[in-house]
């Protein structure tokens, strides 16, 4: 079937040549590098198929923030994988404040595979009286607020600055921390590495790290930002060469999305397609009570913390100033229990850690501001954001122009036992590659995260490297996570 063939059949069933915007005949380059379905960048034609949102299974709690200095005001998590270990970072706060007040902390978890996590008993700082205890920051406001570090991936980072956070309020500026081992951190300076701004910023947690695709530092921070008579939390990015000398880029952008406030945007480079950047956003909505006083006194929640609710969103952006908001549905919803929809509750950790061969693990703080305040853990497959789905009846996606390098086609995919998945390499013409027609491509049946396909002739595509092809994906029943070639 030619892309003339396809728009004529879209054409006869009343829907519009192309469902993914105006046709891109350009190649796109993505060599041997892994693609998901987190938005349409690639995507020429669809029928009968959909992308479809990724569900976050719920497997239960892994921290109770019942700890003296810690409480019903924990947040603002970060979670990082290092070689062998996994640490959370997180702030303590048992009694709410102003923001950056002297009695937050900033505490550290531990974990081997980041299901079971325990707390470090280090002897860093007495906190309430207490050493040993969790606590790697402390008697430093602001920066307690929103500590949240980062692995720095830079080449040539040294190691004594091979852990990095960025800290700090409107009123202080932000401030850069370094530390060789994420226990014993330092300021990297005595001066904010971003200064305060004169419009009101970063009354929340923001965040940084070394991005490969853009070869710079990324940080991104929360601004306001005014539309008609509505002010929103909005997301604004800053790139450095260094970490120490920052150029504001200005506000990120979302297409056509409808505005709403974004509380936490936990942007961060997806581990295994780091040219993608995945953001788990805390979706606020204020003044969207659930609650009554009666309910609210029931669960123990703080009276100022009821009245609004939250949950969480997916966001995506391929670099630049350029978030898609491809689903505005929920993408981790409050859930069964009051104590779920009160105010500043779900707001995701930054970072998403492999915790299994076709696993991955997001954490999230609950019950926020209620003595019973814990953090969550939801698992997802790999590449699980999204899919591109097909049902029953079945349906088919072709790519835009693409250019690759490698030999082997790799799927990740699931079908049910009546599906499948069949897949057809064509020219940028829709015209099939011999041998890699949909003639020659068998049904794949299962679900599986790195599948190489095969045709009748067998896997290799090797002769194909280099040359403008496109990739039509026969789905029933299905779902498609990502693909990408490889040696």
């Known amino acids: 079937m030619t892309r003339r063939d396809f728009g004529a059949i879209l054409s006869i069933c009343g829907a519009p040549a192309s469902l993914a915007g105006p046709h891109r005949d350009d190649p796109v380059a993505i060599g041997s590098r892994r693609e998901l379905f987190v938005d349409r960048e690639l995507i020429a034609e669809m029928r009968g198929a959909e992308l479809r949102l990724g569900a976050p299974i719920n497997a239960g709690a892994v921290l109770r923030l019942d700890m003296p200095w810690e409480g019903a005001f924990s947040g603002y998590a970060t979670v990082l994988r290092d070689r062998d270990r996994y640490r959370m970072y997180y702030r303590g706060a048992p009694a709410v404040g102003q923001d950056g007040n002297e009695g937050e902390i900033t505490c550290c978890a531990e974990s081997a595979d980041g299901i079971e996590w325990r707390r470090p008993e280090l002897e860093l700082f007495t906190v309430q009286g207490k050493r040993p205890n969790n606590v790697v920051l402390a008697q430093q406001p602001p920066y307690s607020h929103n500590f949240t570090p980062f692995i720095d991936t830079r080449p040539g980072t040294p190691e004594s600055q091979r852990y990095k956070a960025i800290a700090g309020v ?31 910023s970063f009354d929340s947690q923001n965040l940084a790290f070394w991005s490969s695709h853009e070869s710079k530092y990324l940080l991104y921070y929360r601004t306001w930002k005014k539309i008609g008579a509505a002010n929103y939390r909005w997301v604004s990015r800053a790139v450095s060469d260094d970490f120490l000398h920052w150029t504001i880029d200005g506000e990120m952008s979302y297409g056509d999305a409808k505005p709403e406030h974004l509380y936490t945007n936990q942007t961060s480079p997806y581990f295994r397609a780091p040219h993608i950047y995945t953001a788990i956003c805390a979706r606020f909505m204020p003044d969207r009570q659930v609650l009554t006083d009666d309910q609210a006194k029931a669960i123990g929640v703080d009276p100022r913390y009821f009245k609004d609710c939250s949950d969480a969103v997916l966001v995506t952006s391929r670099g630049g100033r350029a978030f898609t908001r491809t689903y505005m549905e929920a993408f981790l919803r409050p859930g069964v229990g009051l104590e779920n929809w009160v105010s500043r509750s779900n707001y995701p950790a930054l970072n998403l850690v492999q915790t299994g061969p076709a696993a991955m693990s997001l954490y999230v703080n609950r019950n926020y501001g209620q003595p019973t305040a814990y953090v969550c853990r939801y698992e997802l497959r790999l590449d699980g954001f999204a899919s591109a789905h097909a049902g029953y009846v079945g349906g088919e996606l072709v790519t835009r122009p693409l250019t690759m390098d490698g030999s082997r086609l790799e799927l990740n995919y699931a079908t049910s036992a009546a599906g499948g998945v069949r897949v057809e390499i064509q020219d940028p013409s829709g015209q099939p590659h011999p041998g890699c027609s949909l003639a020659d491509a068998p049904d794949l049946i299962g679900d599986e995260i790195d599948r190489v396909y095969a045709w009748k002739s067998g896997p290799d595509v090797s002769a194909l490297s280099g040359q403008s092809l496109r990739l039509r994906f026969v789905l029933k029943d299905a779902d498609l996570y990502s693909f990408r070639f490889r040696a």
Do not use: C, N, Q, Y
Not at 173 to 186: C, E, M, N, T, Y
């Open 170 to 200: 409107h009123k202080s500026g932000l401030a850069g921390f370094v530390s060789p081992d994420g226990i014993r951190w330092r300021l990297i300076r005595d001066e904010p590495i971003l200064p305060p701004r004169k419009e009101f």
